[in-house]
C-alpha cells in the first residue's frame, strides 16, 4: 500500500528529480507517506518544517531558503498559510497537493490569488487503512463558482470506489451516501485486534471491502465529491474516538474549574 501511494503520488505531482517535497506531517500517520516514500524513491528532496516550533514568518524563510517546489498539505493549514506566508515565498512552487478536508470554492480563490498560473492545485482524499491517498483530482482550471464543495476525483491504480445506501446497494450519480473502498492493498483489521470484524470484509477476490464511514456522491463524470462523517465516531491511529466522550470531558473539566 505504501509503495503503491507512492507511485501514485510520483505520477500526480509529476514528481521529478529537481522537486523538493515539504514534509510538514507527523511521520506516525498516513497523512507523511505519500511525500515522504514518494520523494525518497523517486529521486526528489525531502524537505521537513515543524510549524509547531516556527511560525508562518519562518515557514516563508523556510520555502525560500530550501527552495520548495512541492507543498503537501491539508486545506486548513492552507488557508493559513496563505493569509499569513509573504507570498514571494511561493515564486518556486509548482504544485499543491491537499487532503484530509473538504477543500471550498474559497480555497481555489486563495490559491489563485497567491499562486502562480503555472501552479496546479491537486485535491484527494486519503485513509489511513490503505495508506494514504485512494482518489485524486487537478483542481487547476476548476471554475470556483460551480459548487459548494470540490471534488476529490476518481480512484487511484490499485482502488475501488463506490456510494452505497443503508442497505448496501450502489447509489446513482448525485445521491448521497456511505464511501465503499475494495482494494488488495487494505488490511482487515487493526494492529492487535481481531482479523474480519468491524468495517472490514475480505472477498471472493481476496480483496478487502472497507465501508470508510464517510459520507460522498459521485457526479455525472465518475468524479467522488467527500462531504463529511456519517457518525460523530474518528479513528486515529486506529482507535476509534467518539467526539460526544471528547466533549462531555471537557465540559466536566470546564465545571470543575468554575
Known sequence: AVLNNASNFKVSM???LKDKVSWLSSPKVAASNSAFYGALLYGAALCPFQLLRGNFGSMAMWMKSERVTLLHMTPSLFRAMVRHCDRTAFDRIRGVKLGGESVYPLDLCLFHGAFLSTTRLVNGLGMSEAGGNVCHCDLTH???DVSVLLPVGAALPGYELSVIDAFGAA????A????????ALLTDAYLGADAGVGDFLRL???????RTGDLGYFNEEN???????KDRILK??????DLNLIEAELLLSLIHIS
Request: proline share 3%; charged share 30%; aromatic share 10%.
Open 14 to 16: 509529476q514528481l521529478g
Open 142 to 144: 476548476f471554475d470556483s
Open 171 to 174: 447509489l446513482k450519480p448525485g
Open 176 to 183: 448521497e451516501g456511505e464511501i465503499v473502498l475494495k482494494s
Open 204 to 210: 471472493d477476490d481476496g480483496r478487502i471491502e472497507l
Open 223 to 229: 468524479m467522488l465529491f467527500f462531504i463529511g462523517r
Open 236 to 241: 486515529i491511529r486506529g482507535f476509534r474516538v
